[in-house]
């Protein structure tokens, strides 16, 4: 059963939440202060965790900084306002979704079970056809490992998905909006600029290697020759 942390100072929405949650299969601890869900996170193993923006000690987005220097755990930001700005924002900071207040329970829940598909959608049986070898950087489907130049480089469940996504077919040219429907399976509320931003952090995590190409109007590609398997 995956364990979700809920880390919201508004009391009255945990208890709800907790029901909703475990009609769906899920258990969901909470935590009113971003301490508190830190301490909760380090002590036990959980599969998600949903961090509001407007919380005390210090807002979702140093929470979500915080929680990135030590766990690639999927995150789902809660916006109050659903400004494009505080998406934009959660997204650059690693976060894997967002879902604006007020929210329906169920869609919350939708989101959450997106991810924690595409985390748990290990290939059916190991062998080299998961091994998606190039010059410089090597990606291990079933481990959900990715090595650089040798190196291991931490990534978020999203930005993995989408690095296996352009690996699958290099060169292949995947637009903005077909990468959304890829990754999160649904087409609700498109948000391209996501895409731009995700793009961008695997980027940096991936130097020195250039290896995202972008195609102006068109989308991204990845361009690099592929070796064998050492």
């Not at 997106?114 to 049986?125: C, D, K, N």
């Not at 469940?157 to 296996?164: D, Q």
């Not at 020195?208 to 990845?222: H, S, V």
């Amino acid at each position: 059963m995956p364990r979700i942390l809920l880390i919201d100072d508004d009391e009255h929405l945990a208890a709800p939440l907790t029901t909703y949650f475990a009609r769906f299969g899920c258990t969901l601890e909470s935590a009113v202060r971003p301490s508190e869900g830190l301490a909760k996170l380090r002590a036990g193993q959980f599969d998600a965790a949903i961090l509001d923006v407007m919380l005390p000690e210090m807002d979702g987005f140093a929470l979500c900084r915080e929680i990135r220097k030590e766990s690639d755990i999927p995150i789902v930001m809660l916006t109050a306002r659903g400004e494009v700005m505080d998406r934009v924002v959660g997204l650059e900071l690693g976060a894997d979704d967002y879902v604006p207040k007020p929210f329906e329970p169920r869609e919350l829940v939708a989101r959450v079970q997106t991810i924690l598909r595409r985390q748990r959608s290990a290939p059916p049986a190991a062998s080299s056809a998961q091994q998606r070898v190039f010059d410089g950087l090597s990606i291990d489907l079933d481990r959900r490992q990715v090595l650089r130049q040798g190196e291991r480089v931490e990534l978020t469940g999203t930005e993995f998905e989408l690095l296996a996504l352009l690996a699958a077919e290099p060169g292949k040219v995947f637009s903005r909006d077909d990468i959304l429907n890829r990754l999160r399976g649904h087409e609700a509320e498109l948000y391209t600029r996501a895409v731009d931003i995700v793009v961008s952090r695997l980027r940096k995590k991936l130097e020195p290697l250039d290896c995202i190409k972008t195609l102006r109007n068109a989308g991204y590609a990845l361009a690099v020759a592929r070796s064998e398997p050492a």
